[in-house]
């Protein structure tokens, strides 16, 4: 046989070639495989791995009865990448403009944005901007389109214009609750009320999942090595009815028609638990919009200012007079005299609005006598009249969660002058929080137990099992149930036609309670033309359901007679929200209830 | 057949081989094939829990705006501009009455019920059934 082209000669040749080609083969894939292995493979896994946040649900606020007061919304938040614009998508800018609800200009400005200049860091401040928001809020119809072939933004075809889906807290009732409901900031992280407070339940926790993506950024699921999942935070239910809730606003609101006063404050609280059924204040503001209400809307007033009590106080004196046996509702006060000898000092007592000669501490409650209130102080003395005081929650917080409560302010005995024991009975010389007075008078509603205010009802997880159920928690005894109940006997008396306050008369129902009328101090004098008004009490008197305190600060200017009397600007919303409590709530009147029960139904203890 | 020839020993030898090269090449596409089927059901897991989590968000979506739709000031301004002329009652128009209800409308519904005269049940052994 020839050899012919392939003799010996060449065939080595071609073998060397090839094997020299096959060994460069073999010593590059010996320098990747081996030597550079550690480099590569650092490179490899930045490019394809990837890290995915997957965000839990925040939890949603409930009221009593599982209407939603907060929750959470996916939207869209809308942007563009500068470095993606074409000159030709421009043509429609003012469409997308529309559908985002913003102008032309907007978007120039958003595209004209390449790099970071606000950056002080210089390395950052020249790097590219790629994600410049240009409306959040957007809904999925508007994002993607509507079903009715409705064109949505990604239908305009716009390269670089993209968006990202987030949740977003939502505020369904708006304003309803703002004080207590609170609200997120603008990074999303609890800012105030339910939110923050119960922010560790509400929150839930982030999940992640480490997995691979192709070349097209899309990731590969396959590839997946650890999958955490998200749990979604927890559900609170709150004590507050969102249509109790609603009714007050709407009085508030009626309030400040009205009126025009410079804040007032509703608080409405279940009689025997304690449990707040709504609460609010004017001024009030959008919990959708908080960002643009003044901060001075934004306060709690109910937890946060303080004014003195005025009358209303006086149930400190003889709950205390009659609670220690000094006194009967029977025993009678000479309240004609100005002038009274107290400790060997000669003082001078309070004026009366409605002067009388004697009266009894049943007529005493029901007049609102101020020289009776000092004289039944007295017969305490400054000891034991403090320590009623501080045992009806004044000088003290009432354990309110939130909103920065403060203690208001009393002083001790030894910092006293001679007049505060003629003067702190009827509610001067000391500074109370709405709710301070508000769970005063809670406590003879609830036989004599001073409650703290319970505004949690829940927890429950997202398949609604409970994983944690707020009781009602007793801060102490305050009076003897007997006390208590003789003490809602004579708080009758203030609504009845006698009394201070006959506009508080629900008819059919006992009605007890107290009216104040304060004078503020302005420039360091009581002043004649700026009044706190106010009206607390519950009902049915007997067996009581409800407390309800309306407090409205400098309602004057607007009152035809010149002065905010409680009686005439709080009483008649007291008796109007009372109205409307019996028909929602379902209070029946107690009719005929023996006298020798009378003494066992301040509460059910 | 003379195990020991060399012809034989090199056909068996290629006969192995070959049902080796089988062998491990149907493994080899098996474990492609198995790789594929786990990155199809991947994929199909991951566009399910997308769709879930869409359906999710809708739901969401759908219960905020129900709850938006439901809020009193909605319903105020629904019954305005509808005149449906609702109004919660007022305490004027309840009038309070000293009887159960209950009792008094199930005996007027029922009356043979309530007004016949008791007949009492007599239970006998090995009674019909």
Same mark, same amino acid.
């Given at each position: 046989?020839?050899?012919?082209f392939?003799?010996? !000669?060449?065939?080595?040749?071609?073998a060397?070639?090839v094997g020299?080609?096959?060994?460069g083969?073999?010593?590059?894939?010996?320098?990747?495989?081996?030597?550079?292995?550690g480099?590569?493979?650092?490179?490899?896994e930045?490019?394809r791995?990837?890290?995915?946040?997957?965000n839990?649900r925040?939890?949603?606020?409930?009221d009593?009865?599982?209407?939603?007061?907060a929750t959470s919304?996916?939207?869209? @938040?809308?942007?563009?990448?500068p470095?993606?614009?074409?000159?030709?998508? @421009? /043509?429609?800018?003012?469409?997308l403009a529309?559908?985002l609800g913003?102008?032309?200009?907007?978007?120039?400005?958003?595209?004209?944005?390449?790099?970071?200049?606000?950056?002080?860091?210089?390395?950052?401040a020249t790097k590219?901007v790629?994600?410049?928001?240009?409306?959040?809020?957007?809904?999925?119809?508007?994002?993607?389109?509507g079903?009715?072939?409705?064109?949505g933004?990604?239908g305009?075809?716009i390269?670089?214009? !993209?968006?990202n889906?987030?949740?977003?807290?939502?505020y369904p009732?708006?304003?309803l609750?703002?004080?207590?409901?609170g609200?997120?900031?603008g990074?999303?992280?609890a800012?105030a009320g339910?939110?923050r407070?119960?922010?560790?339940y509400l929150?839930?926790?982030?999940?992640?999942r480490?997995?691979?993506?192709?070349?097209?950024?899309?990731?590969l699921?396959?590839?997946?090595?650890?999958?955490v999942?998200?749990?979604?935070?927890?559900?609170v239910?709150?004590?507050?009815?969102?249509?109790?809730?609603h009714?007050?606003?709407?009085e508030?609101?009626?309030?400040?028609?009205?009126?025009?006063?410079?804040k007032a404050?509703?608080?409405v609280s279940?009689?025997? $638990?304690?449990?707040l059924?709504?609460?609010?204040?004017y001024?009030?503001?959008?919990l959708n919009?908080?960002?643009? /209400?003044?901060?001075d809307a934004?306060?709690?007033?109910?937890?946060?200012?303080?004014?003195?009590p005025?009358s209303?106080?006086?149930i400190?004196?003889?709950?205390?007079?009659?609670?220690?046996?000094?006194?009967?509702?029977?025993s009678?006060?000479d309240v004609g005299?100005g @002038?009274?000898?107290?400790?060997?000092r000669?003082?001078?007592?309070p004026?009366?609005?409605h002067?009388?000669?004697?009266?009894?501490?049943?007529?005493?409650?029901?007049?609102?006598?101020n020289?009776?209130? /000092?004289q039944?102080?007295m017969?305490?003395?400054?000891?034991r009249?403090?320590?009623y005081?501080?045992?009806f929650?004044f000088g003290?917080? $009432?354990?309110?969660?939130?909103?920065g409560e403060i203690?208001?302010?009393?002083?001790a005995?030894?910092?006293?002058?001679?007049?505060?024991?003629?003067?702190?009975?009827m509610?001067?010389?000391?500074a109370?929080?709405p709710?301070q007075?508000?769970?005063a008078?809670?406590?003879?509603a609830?036989?004599?137990?001073l409650?703290r205010?319970q505004?949690?009802?829940?927890?429950?997880?997202?398949r609604?099992?409970?994983?944690f159920?707020?009781?009602e928690v007793p801060?102490?005894r305050?009076?003897?149930?007997?006390t208590?109940a $003789?003490?809602?006997?004579l708080?009758?008396g203030?609504?009845?036609p006698d009394g201070?306050?006959?506009?508080?008369a629900?008819?059919?129902?006992?009605?007890?309670?107290?009216?104040g009328t304060?004078?503020?101090?302005?420039?360091?004098?009581?002043?004649d033309r700026?009044?706190?008004?106010?009206?607390?009490?519950?009902?049915?008197?007997?067996r009581?359901r409800?407390?309800?305190?309306?407090?409205?600060d400098d309602?004057?200017?607007?009152?035809?007679?010149?002065?905010?009397y409680?009686?005439?600007?709080?009483?008649?919303?007291?008796?109007?929200?009372?109205e409307?409590?019996?028909?929602y709530?379902d209070?029946?009147?107690?009719?005929?209830?023996?006298l020798?029960?009378f003494?066992f139904?301040?509460g059910?203890? | 057949?003379?195990?020991?020839?060399?012809?034989?020993?090199i056909?068996?030898?290629?006969?192995?081989?070959?049902?080796?090269l089988l062998?491990?090449g149907?493994?080899?596409?098996?474990?492609?094939?198995l790789r594929y089927e786990?990155?199809?059901?991947?994929?199909?897991?991951?566009?399910?829990q997308?769709r879930i989590a869409?359906?999710?968000r809708?739901?969401?979506?759908?219960?905020?705006e129900?709850?938006?739709?439901?809020?009193?000031?909605?319903l105020i301004?629904?019954?305005?501009?509808m005149?449906?002329?609702?109004d919660?009652?007022?305490?004027?128009?309840?009038?309070?009455?000293?009887?159960?209800v209950?009792q008094?409308l199930?005996?007027?519904l029922?009356p043979?019920?309530?007004?016949?005269?008791?007949?009492?049940?007599?239970?006998?052994?090995?009674?019909?059934?």
């Amino acid at each position: 046989m020839s050899k012919g082209f392939a003799s010996n !000669y060449r065939m080595v040749c071609l073998a060397a070639g090839v094997g020299l080609c096959f060994g460069g083969v073999a010593l590059r894939l010996v320098d990747l495989h081996v030597w550079q292995r550690g480099e590569l493979l650092k490179f490899v896994e930045q490019a394809r791995r990837t890290f995915i946040v997957v965000n839990a649900r925040r939890g949603n606020i409930l009221d009593r009865n599982g209407e939603i007061l907060a929750t959470s919304r996916p939207l869209m @938040e809308v942007g563009l990448d500068p470095s993606m614009l074409r000159p030709e998508d @421009e /043509a429609r800018w003012p469409q997308l403009a529309r559908l985002l609800g913003i102008t032309v200009a907007d978007i120039r400005a958003a595209a004209a944005r390449r790099t970071n200049d606000a950056l002080e860091d210089d390395e950052r401040a020249t790097k590219p901007v790629h994600w410049a928001k240009l409306a959040d809020g957007i809904d999925d119809t508007v994002y993607e389109g509507g079903k009715n072939g409705r064109e949505g933004i990604l239908g305009l075809k716009i390269r670089g214009v !993209y968006g990202n889906r987030v949740y977003r807290r939502f505020y369904p009732y708006n304003s309803l609750a703002s004080h207590l409901i609170g609200f997120l900031g603008g990074d999303g992280a609890a800012a105030a009320g339910v939110e923050r407070y119960m922010d560790f339940y509400l929150h839930g926790e982030n999940g992640w999942r480490e997995s691979e993506r192709n070349g097209l950024k899309k990731e590969l699921a396959q590839f997946q090595t650890r999958d955490v999942p998200p749990i979604d935070g927890y559900n609170v239910k709150l004590t507050i009815d969102m249509y109790v809730q609603h009714l007050i606003e709407a009085e508030l609101q009626r309030i400040a028609d009205l009126y025009q006063p410079l804040k007032a404050t509703i608080i409405v609280s279940d009689a025997q $638990t304690g449990a707040l059924l709504g609460l609010a204040n004017y001024p009030t503001f959008n919990l959708n919009e908080f960002n643009k /209400a003044p901060i001075d809307a934004l306060r709690n007033c109910a937890v946060t200012d303080v004014f003195e009590p005025g009358s209303t106080f006086k149930i400190v004196a003889i709950s205390g007079a009659l609670n220690d046996r000094l006194v009967t509702p029977n025993s009678a006060f000479d309240v004609g005299s100005g @002038e009274v000898d107290y400790h060997g000092r000669h003082l001078r007592l309070p004026r009366d609005d409605h002067p009388f000669d004697t009266l009894t501490v049943a007529g005493i409650i029901s007049h609102s006598s101020n020289r009776g209130a /000092a004289q039944l102080a007295m017969l305490m003395g400054d000891q034991r009249f403090y320590a009623y005081t501080r045992a009806f929650g004044f000088g003290q917080k $009432t354990g309110f969660p939130f909103g920065g409560e403060i203690e208001g302010i009393l002083a001790a005995p030894k910092d006293w002058d001679s007049l505060t024991i003629t003067r702190m009975p009827m509610g001067q010389s000391v500074a109370a929080t709405p709710l301070q007075v508000h769970y005063a008078m809670a406590a003879i509603a609830d036989g004599g137990i001073l409650l703290r205010p319970q505004l949690f009802s829940e927890v429950r997880d997202e398949r609604d099992n409970i994983v944690f159920h707020f009781d009602e928690v007793p801060r102490r005894r305050v009076i003897e149930p007997e006390t208590a109940a $003789t003490m809602a006997r004579l708080l009758e008396g203030v609504a009845t036609p006698d009394g201070t306050a006959p506009e508080a008369a629900i008819p059919h129902f006992e009605v007890a309670g107290k009216t104040g009328t304060s004078n503020k101090v302005v420039d360091g004098k009581y002043s004649d033309r700026h009044h706190v008004a106010s009206f607390v009490g519950f009902f049915p008197a007997t067996r009581p359901r409800v407390v309800i305190s309306v407090i409205v600060d400098d309602a004057d200017a607007h009152c035809p007679s010149g002065v905010a009397y409680g009686h005439a600007v709080a009483a008649p919303s007291f008796k109007r929200l009372g109205e409307e409590l019996i028909q929602y709530l379902d209070i029946k009147p107690v009719t005929d209830l023996p006298l020798n029960r009378f003494a066992f139904a301040g509460g059910p203890r | 057949m003379d195990k020991s020839a060399s012809n034989a020993f090199i056909n068996q030898l290629v006969a192995y081989t070959l049902g080796m090269l089988l062998f491990t090449g149907s493994i080899g596409l098996g474990t492609v094939w198995l790789r594929y089927e786990i990155s199809v059901v991947a994929n199909r897991n991951q566009s399910l829990q997308a769709r879930i989590a869409q359906v999710q968000r809708e739901l969401d979506d759908c219960i905020a705006e129900k709850a938006a739709a439901q809020s009193p000031d909605n319903l105020i301004r629904l019954n305005s501009t509808m005149r449906l002329g609702l109004d919660i009652p007022r305490q004027e128009q309840v009038g309070d009455v000293p009887i159960d209800v209950d009792q008094w409308l199930a005996s007027r519904l029922n009356p043979e019920l309530f007004t016949a005269e008791l007949q009492p049940v007599v239970l006998r052994r090995g009674g019909s059934r």
